[in-house]
Structure formats: structure tokens, C-alpha cells
């Protein structure tokens, strides 16, 4: 059993952190809190790498040297959690600040904190500490915005950049203080935000002009101002938060979503959508909403990434981009938590509920986040927040030594070397958190839904979601964890029981014909990807029934046909009900998700269906293929593109006109549309594998296509021109003499080019390609 629950931890592990939250784990180089050091890390201690001057560390330690221990203790466990310890033990009124510091060899230096005392039970609520921590914050940031705004001050031109997110001012109007919200009013008054260039934003929404990151931009523009308008009903603020908003929604692309850009004839140049810069736009604009703005344009913006981003409640938390809604991770970069801020200023309370939930159990991921964690302390407290008091209050407790190691000895706040950049304020961050409890702006709980705060048991319940110990629950615990609202417990405590053996078996079987959707999923989950055939394969005519049964949920439906897609030819039977589901229109699917589902169960059940003889109905077969191929998102494309991986010849005719449609990709209608190795390049592939001459320069092209990831274009050029194999050699001479692929060899793209020129050079009697014409004219003979 022991083996058991080990191999098994280990899996739960492995699940929980492969969710896109732990894209950037924790820096390399840290701060030691209001010491004034910064350093390494390693088990048993830390490393000097820097001495801020002025600190109370400066002069008694240097650069270089080891720290083992603090306070009267050598480190134990997690050295930063060690360090935050020490340093609020000493900030004490009974420790008078003294904070001893023991290095390798056995010195001991005392350093002179200030005294702050301690923090309460309820903090940050009826805390003397926060509040001397907001005090010492705020005269930071409001010093360092004096000092900007000095017009003396030729850096700054007396001006102060606040970055993207207007963090800064944003954490100073989150205390409440006249005197700090004067001092903002100034900022905004004299910034060039309070001007916004019509003609000129105008011109780079058609396309006609360069425009920046304002993706990144407009969105936090419209916060702040709305926040400001609102907390101060200073009416001058409205014309500027009208033209980002409005802009914002003609920006959307077809799908409603944003990117670093906005959108241009449809879509979004480079990467496209993601979801910290979307949800930050869409929550602006909802801003703008809440302050009076009454457009048209807004409102069916509003309406159209609303639509979206409903259809991740009680599914899942939001991934980098369009791919659907993460199951095994609570948080991405802090998107649960602007996610919680979106659906309460569209006054949604399930999606409040269910977002602030998953922002509550993130506790431990704060440091996380793809590129920049900078949107990660400043979004997920704010989100857990709305779980209502004794939340954030745990909250607090359980990330304290965060707040504490990055509490530096100026009053400020800082995860690395800079407190500030092109980001924002990480002290305003800070500021945000500490000022929860007095509610003056919206994203700090204004109007908060108390109906919604959990309490005692209920509270601890969410907050240690992220924690549970699932190799020391009983059977009956973890079948218990079947009908838990989130897949994020549903998964772990899923894979938990396979290592159970199967006298519970009988319970599931029953579980799935009785038991509630959230339990039979569960128990579809469990048959399903890696269960033992033992325990599967009986199973196997149950959910085929719930398949087949067209009066049943959708969802358990579309799970049936998952699982079903596990078991191989055992299922094959079934692989017609599944063309014909996805043929079916399913009311109240806007964005056809079920038939995306499908088509992914449908191509691993079988990824050859000709070959495999599996093609029985034609009629039906290039039915659910069109359909597919008709999907406005990518993933649902490249699942019916798939279909037609091994087409023969005599059947290509009726998809010929589909397969040059996707590898045209003009329709500028798609919601997702910049992954094109998922779609176009085995579109391509589809006529390599027939040998039609008209998708060579299509491959060969590839680098050149408009839009679109250098590294996905590399990557699927690598993939579909070798399919061409002998007959590519002439384009591949071509593309090597590619400036932009001179050094391809020794760049991550090395093993997949090198695989790619030994496949076209190494075949030498390619066959005879054929026209595209002929190629139909054969179809039809």
C-alpha cells in the first residue's frame, strides 16, 4: 500500500503541476524582506548577491557572503518561509526589531528592523501591522510620484509612468485617503491617457496605421478611470473611458478575444488570443459599462467575449490562450482571479462563485505565470477576496511569507531588483491586497456579494482545495470527491482510486447509472485513459448506451464518446454513433464544443478510418468531416482535417474544395486561427499524401504566410514539406538560402530541419506528382 500511495502521489503531483499556471516557476534571485538583502537560494541557506544601500543589512554584510540561519535557528525546510518567519518575529514590539543573522562559519550580525508589530488573527482585517504596512506603502509610492511629477525633474518631464496596469494608482485609491486620491486625480489629469487620439486609433483599428501593445494598455486604462470616476464622480475622466472602451470592442477579433494587438480585419496579427490581455480588456470594458457608457458597439462587445468566457464556469480555469478550459490547474498568472472581477461586474454569481473559489485555492502559486508573474499577486488575492472575509483572511495566513520576503526595508514591495516596470508598481500590487478589507474600489470588493462568503468550514474547505492529501483518503473519501463542483479535485481523486484495486467497482457501476452528471462523468472519467481493460472492457456496452441515448445530457454524451476513444477497436462500433453526434445539432452549443470533443474522440478511436474500414456510410462520414472542417475554431478544423489523414484517391473529390479552403485560410470569421500545424499543415499533408503538385508551394510557402508564430510556421514547414519527399528538393535549395534560416541548425528547430532535409534528400525516385485536376477527375472515374 505503501507503493501504492507513493506511486500515486507522485502522479497527483505530476497532475497538478502540469496545468499552464507553472509556465515560470520561482526567480532565481530573491529578497530577503526589509533586510536589504537579495540573494540565492539553496536547502540549507542563501547566498548574497546584492546589499541595498542605506538597508539595515548595509555595512554588516556584504556581497558574497552565506546566510544559514536567522533569528536563533538554522534553516530548516523552506528557506524563504524560514526567512519571512524570522523577520516578522523580529519586527516585534517584544523583539524590538532586532533580527540576527548567522553566516557559514558561524558569525552572527544583528540587523536593525523597524518595529511594526505583530500581525492580528483576522488580518488583513483590524490589523495595526497592515495598516502600518499600507501607510509606509503608500508614502512610497506617493513620494516617488511627487518626485516624477517635479517639472524640474528632466527624467520624468513631470510626468509619471505608471505602466500598463496604473498598479500604482490603482493601490493608492484602494486606501481610501483623500490625500492619496488628490494626488492621483493630478496624475490622470496631466497624463496623455486623458487624450486619446481618435483619428489616429481609428486608423490603426482599420489597419492603416502601427499601433503597439495596446492590448496590454486600454484595458488597464479603462480600470483606472472607471475606478476613479467611480470613487470620486469626476465626470472629466468619461470621454477618454469611452474611446478605450468603444475601441476595445471594435478591436475584438471574430471570437471576442484580444491579444497583444488589437485585431485587424478579423484577427489578431502574431500569437492571437490570450487570455491575461482578454480579460483585462473585457473587464475594462465592463468598467466602462458600470460607469454610464452606453454604446452600441460596447454592448455587443460585451456581449460577445461574455459569451465566451461563461463557458468556462464550473469547466475549468483559463489556459495562455483559446485552448479550452484547464482542469488540473486553479490558476494561470492570476487570470481565476480577473476571471472572478469580469463576472462581477457582469453581476454573474455563478461565475463570482466559481472563479473566486479556484483564486481562493491559489494561494501557492503566486510566484507562477508565463513571461511575467507580474499579474499573479495582483489579480488572485483580489479574486479570493470576493469569498468574503475569513477567506482572505486565510488567504493572507497561507501566503504571508510572500508578502513578508517581498516587504523591502523602504516600505516597498519588490519580487526582483526593480519595484516597478513596464508592468506597473509592485508595491501598488501590494497596496491592492493589504487595503481588501476597506472595499473603496470596485476590484477590492466595492459592492461585494456577501450572499457569497463562505464561512467557517466551508471557507477552510476552498482554500486548502490546492492541498489536499489525496493518498490518505479512504475509498469512500475519494469516490466521495466525485461530485466535487471542480475538476480540479474530480481528476486527482479519479486517478487516487486506480490504485484502490476493485472492490468498489460494483459502487461506480452503479454511480453511473444513478448518480448525479458531476459523478457520472467522474465514473466515465475513471473506465477511461489508462484504466486497467480488466475493469474498462465490462463497461464498455454501459457507455455505449449513454452515447447512443440522443435523450440524454450532452456533456455525458460527449464524455461517453471520450472514453469510449480509449479502448481502440473494442469500440469501433461505436465510431458511426459518434460521426452522426457530431452530424446532430446540440441547442444551446454556441460555440460547438461538443462537436470539437467529438471530433478529438473520434480521431483517437481511429486515426485511420479508411484503412481501418470504419467508413461505412460516406454520406454520413464527409457529413461530420465538413462540419468539422466548418468549425470556427482551429481545434474543431484540425480534428476534421484529420478525418481525411488517409483518404484514397477515388474519395478525395467531395473534400477537395474543403482541404484548399483551410490551406487558403482567407475566412476571416475564425475564433482561433494561429496554430496553423494544427490545421493548414496537415491540410497540406492531405494532398502531399495523394501526391497533388498545387500543395508543394503551399508547403514551400509556409515561412512567408501572413501572420502567424515564426515558430509555428518553422515547425509545421518541417512537418509538411518532407511529405513531398524527393520532389521538394528544389523548393528546400530555395528556402536554405533563407536569411532568416541561416543559423536554423543551431536553434531549437535543429533536430526537426536536419529530419526534414534527410527525408527530401534521402529519397531518390520520388513519385510523379499529379495535378490537382487530375487528381479530381481521378475521384470521379
Given at each position: 500500500?505503501?507503493?501504492?500511495?507513493?506511486?500515486?502521489?507522485?502522479?497527483?503531483?505530476?497532475?497538478?503541476?502540469?496545468?499552464?499556471?507553472?509556465?515560470?516557476?520561482?526567480?532565481?534571485?530573491?529578497?530577503?524582506?526589509?533586510?536589504?538583502?537579495?540573494?540565492?537560494?539553496?536547502?540549507?541557506?542563501?547566498?548574497?548577491?546584492?546589499?541595498?544601500?542605506?538597508?539595515?543589512?548595509?555595512?554588516?554584510?556584504?556581497?558574497?557572503?552565506?546566510?544559514?540561519?536567522?533569528?536563533?535557528?538554522?534553516?530548516?525546510?523552506?528557506?524563504?518561509?524560514?526567512?519571512?518567519?524570522?523577520?516578522?518575529?523580529?519586527?516585534?514590539?517584544?523583539?524590538?526589531?532586532?533580527?540576527?543573522?548567522?553566516?557559514?562559519?558561524?558569525?552572527?550580525?544583528?540587523?536593525?528592523?523597524?518595529?511594526?508589530?505583530?500581525?492580528?488573527?483576522?488580518?488583513?482585517?483590524?490589523?495595526?501591522?497592515?495598516?502600518?504596512?499600507?501607510?509606509?506603502?503608500?508614502?512610497?509610492?506617493?513620494?516617488?510620484?511627487?518626485?516624477?511629477?517635479?517639472?524640474?525633474?528632466?527624467?520624468?518631464?513631470?510626468?509619471?509612468?505608471?505602466?500598463?496596469?496604473?498598479?500604482?494608482?490603482?493601490?493608492?485609491?484602494?486606501?481610501?485617503?483623500?490625500?492619496?486620491?488628490?494626488?492621483?486625480?493630478?496624475?490622470?489629469?496631466?497624463?496623455?491617457?486623458?487624450?486619446?487620439?481618435?483619428?489616429?486609433?481609428?486608423?490603426?483599428?482599420?489597419?492603416?496605421?502601427?499601433?503597439?501593445?495596446?492590448?496590454w494598455y486600454w484595458g488597464y486604462h479603462c480600470i483606472l478611470l472607471?475606478?476613479?470616476?467611480?470613487?470620486?464622480?469626476?465626470?472629466?475622466?468619461?470621454?477618454?473611458?469611452?474611446?478605450?472602451?468603444?475601441?476595445?470592442?471594435?478591436?475584438?477579433?471574430?471570437?471576442?478575444?484580444?491579444?497583444?494587438?488589437?485585431?485587424?480585419?478579423?484577427?489578431?496579427?502574431?500569437?492571437?488570443?490570450?487570455?491575461?490581455?482578454?480579460?483585462?480588456?473585457?473587464?475594462?470594458?465592463?468598467?466602462?459599462?458600470?460607469?454610464?457608457?452606453?454604446?452600441?458597439?460596447?454592448?455587443?462587445?460585451?456581449?460577445?467575449?461574455?459569451?465566451?468566457?461563461?463557458?468556462?464556469?464550473?469547466?475549468?480555469?483559463?489556459?495562455?490562450?483559446?485552448?479550452?478550459?484547464?482542469?488540473?490547474?486553479?490558476?494561470?498568472?492570476?487570470?481565476?482571479?480577473?476571471?472572478?472581477?469580469?463576472?462581477?461586474?457582469?453581476?454573474?454569481?455563478?461565475?463570482?462563485?466559481?472563479?473566486?473559489?479556484?483564486?481562493?485555492?491559489?494561494?501557492?502559486?503566486?510566484?507562477?505565470?508565463?513571461?511575467?508573474?507580474?499579474?499573479?499577486?495582483?489579480?488572485?488575492?483580489?479574486?479570493?477576496?470576493?469569498?468574503?472575509?475569513?477567506?482572505?483572511?486565510?488567504?493572507?495566513?497561507?501566503?504571508?511569507?510572500?508578502?513578508?520576503?517581498?516587504?523591502?526595508?523602504?516600505?516597498?514591495?519588490?519580487?526582483?531588483?526593480?519595484?516597478?516596470?513596464?508592468?506597473?508598481?509592485?508595491?501598488?500590487?501590494?497596496?491592492?491586497?493589504?487595503?481588501?478589507?476597506?472595499?473603496?474600489?470596485?476590484?477590492?470588493?466595492?459592492?461585494?456579494?456577501?450572499?457569497?462568503?463562505?464561512?467557517?468550514?466551508?471557507?477552510?474547505?476552498?482554500?486548502?482545495?490546492?492541498?489536499?492529501?489525496?493518498?490518505?483518503?479512504?475509498?469512500?473519501?475519494?469516490?466521495?470527491?466525485?461530485?466535487?463542483?471542480?475538476?480540479?479535485?474530480?481528476?486527482?481523486?479519479?486517478?487516487?482510486?486506480?490504485?484502490?484495486?476493485?472492490?468498489?467497482?460494483?459502487?461506480?457501476?452503479?454511480?453511473?447509472?444513478?448518480?448525479?452528471?458531476?459523478?457520472?462523468?467522474?465514473?466515465?472519467?475513471?473506465?477511461?485513459?489508462?484504466?486497467?481493460?480488466?475493469?474498462?472492457?465490462?463497461?464498455?456496452?454501459?457507455?455505449?448506451?449513454?452515447?447512443?441515448?440522443?435523450?440524454?445530457?450532452?456533456?455525458?454524451?460527449?464524455?461517453?464518446?471520450?472514453?469510449?476513444?480509449?479502448?481502440?477497436?473494442?469500440?469501433?462500433?461505436?465510431?458511426?454513433?459518434?460521426?452522426?453526434?457530431?452530424?446532430?445539432?446540440?441547442?444551446?452549443?454556441?460555440?460547438?464544443?461538443?462537436?470539437?470533443?467529438?471530433?478529438?474522440?473520434?480521431?483517437?478511436?481511429?486515426?485511420?478510418?479508411?484503412?481501418?474500414?470504419?467508413?461505412?456510410?460516406?454520406?454520413?462520414?464527409?457529413?461530420?468531416?465538413?462540419?468539422?472542417?466548418?468549425?470556427?475554431?482551429?481545434?474543431?478544423?484540425?480534428?476534421?482535417?484529420?478525418?481525411?489523414?488517409?483518404?484514397?484517391?477515388?474519395?478525395?473529390?467531395?473534400?477537395?474544395?474543403?482541404?484548399?479552403?483551410?490551406?487558403?485560410?482567407e475566412d476571416r470569421t475564425y475564433h482561433s486561427y494561429h496554430t496553423?500545424?494544427?490545421?493548414?499543415?496537415?491540410?497540406?499533408?492531405?494532398?502531399?499524401?495523394?501526391?497533388?503538385?498545387?500543395?508543394?508551394?503551399y508547403a514551400a510557402g509556409i515561412i512567408d504566410r501572413e501572420g502567424?508564430?515564426?515558430?509555428?510556421?518553422?515547425?509545421?514547414?518541417?512537418?509538411?514539406?518532407?511529405?513531398?519527399?524527393?520532389?521538394?528538393?528544389?523548393?528546400?535549395?530555395?528556402?536554405?538560402?533563407?536569411?532568416?534560416?541561416?543559423?536554423?541548425?543551431?536553434?531549437?528547430?535543429?533536430?526537426?530541419?536536419?529530419?526534414?532535409?534527410?527525408?527530401?534528400?534521402?529519397?531518390?525516385?520520388?513519385?510523379?506528382?499529379?495535378?490537382?485536376?487530375?487528381?479530381?477527375?481521378?475521384?470521379?472515374?
Amino acid at each position: 500500500m505503501k507503493i501504492r500511495n507513493a506511486i500515486f502521489s507522485t502522479l497527483v503531483v505530476m497532475t497538478l503541476v502540469s496545468g499552464a499556471e507553472l509556465f515560470a516557476k520561482a526567480r532565481s534571485v530573491s529578497p530577503f524582506g526589509p533586510t536589504g538583502l537579495m540573494g540565492t537560494l539553496s536547502k540549507k541557506g542563501a547566498k548574497v548577491t546584492q546589499v541595498a544601500k542605506g538597508s539595515p543589512a548595509d555595512g554588516k554584510i556584504k556581497k558574497g557572503d552565506e546566510i544559514i540561519g536567522l533569528g536563533s535557528h538554522s534553516f530548516k525546510g523552506n528557506v524563504r518561509e524560514s526567512i519571512a518567519a524570522a523577520i516578522d518575529e523580529a519586527e516585534t514590539k517584544k523583539a524590538s526589531g532586532k533580527l540576527t543573522v548567522t553566516l557559514k562559519g558561524g558569525k552572527k550580525v544583528d540587523l536593525q528592523l523597524k518595529v511594526l508589530g505583530e500581525y492580528s488573527k483576522t488580518t488583513p482585517y483590524d490589523c495595526p501591522k497592515s495598516d502600518l504596512i499600507i501607510h509606509r506603502a503608500a508614502e512610497y509610492l506617493s513620494d516617488q510620484i511627487k518626485h516624477s511629477l517635479d517639472p524640474k525633474n528632466r527624467k520624468s518631464r513631470g510626468r509619471f509612468n505608471s505602466g500598463a496596469t496604473h498598479s500604482a494608482l490603482l493601490g493608492l485609491m484602494a486606501t481610501g485617503e483623500q490625500k492619496y486620491i488628490d494626488l492621483v486625480a493630478k496624475v490622470i489629469q496631466g497624463s496623455a491617457m486623458m487624450a486619446p487620439n481618435v483619428e489616429e486609433i481609428d486608423a490603426q483599428l482599420k489597419g492603416e496605421k502601427p499601433m503597439g501593445y495596446v492590448g496590454w494598455y486600454w484595458g488597464y486604462h479603462c480600470i483606472l478611470l472607471g475606478e476613479y470616476f467611480l470613487l470620486t464622480g469626476d465626470e472629466s475622466v468619461l470621454p477618454a473611458l469611452k474611446v478605450y472602451a468603444v475601441s476595445l470592442a471594435k478591436g475584438q477579433d471574430a471570437g471576442g478575444m484580444w491579444g497583444h494587438r488589437m485585431a485587424v480585419g478579423g484577427r489578431l496579427p502574431g500569437y492571437a488570443q490570450m487570455n491575461q490581455s482578454s480579460l483585462s480588456s473585457f473587464m475594462g470594458m465592463l468598467m466602462a459599462q458600470k460607469c454610464g457608457i452606453d454604446d452600441p458597439d460596447l454592448q455587443k462587445g460585451i456581449e460577445k467575449t461574455y459569451a465566451y468566457y461563461s463557458t468556462y464556469i464550473g469547466e475549468g480555469a483559463f489556459n495562455y490562450g483559446v485552448h479550452g478550459p484547464n482542469k488540473k490547474a486553479f490558476n494561470n498568472n492570476g487570470t481565476s482571479g480577473s476571471g472572478t472581477m469580469c463576472m462581477a461586474l457582469a453581476d454573474n454569481q455563478e461565475g463570482v462563485k466559481f472563479f473566486s473559489r479556484l483564486s481562493s485555492a491559489a494561494h501557492g502559486s503566486l510566484e507562477q505565470g508565463h513571461a511575467s508573474n507580474f499579474f499573479n499577486p495582483l489579480w488572485t488575492p483580489l479574486g479570493a477576496n470576493l469569498c468574503g472575509p475569513e477567506v482572505t483572511q486565510q488567504f493572507f495566513k497561507k501566503s504571508q511569507w510572500f508578502n513578508t520576503t517581498t516587504r523591502l526595508w523602504d516600505g516597498s514591495f519588490s519580487r526582483n531588483t526593480k519595484e516597478s516596470g513596464k508592468e506597473g508598481s509592485q508595491t501598488g500590487v501590494a497596496l491592492l491586497s493589504y487595503c481588501l478589507p476597506r472595499k473603496a474600489l470596485m476590484i477590492t470588493g466595492r459592492f461585494a456579494d456577501s450572499s457569497l462568503w463562505l464561512k467557517g468550514d466551508q471557507a477552510t474547505d476552498v482554500v486548502q482545495m490546492s492541498e489536499i492529501d489525496y493518498a490518505s483518503k479512504s475509498v469512500d473519501e475519494l469516490i466521495a470527491m466525485f461530485d466535487n463542483p471542480f475538476p480540479q479535485v474530480r481528476g486527482p481523486a479519479v486517478w487516487g482510486l486506480r490504485t484502490r484495486g476493485d472492490d468498489f467497482i460494483p459502487k461506480l457501476v452503479e454511480m453511473l447509472e444513478s448518480g448525479s452528471q458531476r459523478q457520472k462523468i467522474s465514473v466515465m472519467e475513471y473506465f477511461g485513459y489508462k484504466c486497467p481493460p480488466e475493469q474498462a472492457h465490462p463497461q464498455i456496452d454501459k457507455i455505449g448506451a449513454i452515447l447512443r441515448n440522443v435523450k440524454e445530457d450532452v456533456k455525458l454524451r460527449v464524455k461517453a464518446a471520450s472514453t469510449l476513444s480509449c479502448y481502440g477497436e473494442m469500440a469501433h462500433a461505436y465510431y458511426n454513433d459518434i460521426l452522426q453526434f457530431i452530424v446532430d445539432d446540440e441547442p444551446g452549443d454556441h460555440f460547438r464544443d461538443a462537436d470539437q470533443s467529438l471530433g478529438r474522440s473520434l480521431n483517437n478511436l481511429c486515426s485511420t478510418p479508411f484503412a481501418s474500414g470504419l467508413v461505412t456510410d460516406k454520406e454520413l462520414f464527409y457529413k461530420a468531416a465538413n462540419k468539422l472542417i466548418d468549425h470556427k475554431r482551429q481545434h474543431g478544423r484540425a480534428e476534421g482535417v484529420r478525418m481525411l489523414s488517409d483518404i484514397p484517391m477515388q474519395d478525395f473529390a467531395p473534400m477537395a474544395g474543403k482541404v484548399m479552403y483551410i490551406i487558403k485560410d482567407e475566412d476571416r470569421t475564425y475564433h482561433s486561427y494561429h496554430t496553423w500545424q494544427s490545421t493548414i499543415g496537415p491540410a497540406i499533408e492531405v494532398l502531399a499524401g495523394l501526391n497533388i503538385k498545387e500543395g508543394l508551394p503551399y508547403a514551400a510557402g509556409i515561412i512567408d504566410r501572413e501572420g502567424g508564430k515564426w515558430g509555428f510556421k518553422v515547425r509545421m514547414l518541417c512537418a509538411a514539406l518532407p511529405k513531398y519527399g524527393g520532389n521538394a528538393k528544389e523548393s528546400l535549395a530555395k528556402i536554405k538560402t533563407d536569411k532568416r534560416l541561416k543559423d536554423i541548425e543551431k536553434s531549437r528547430f535543429g533536430g526537426i530541419w536536419r529530419k526534414m532535409v534527410k527525408a527530401i534528400d534521402g529519397d531518390p525516385s520520388p513519385k510523379k506528382l499529379i495535378s490537382l485536376e487530375d487528381a479530381l477527375n481521378n475521384g470521379a472515374e
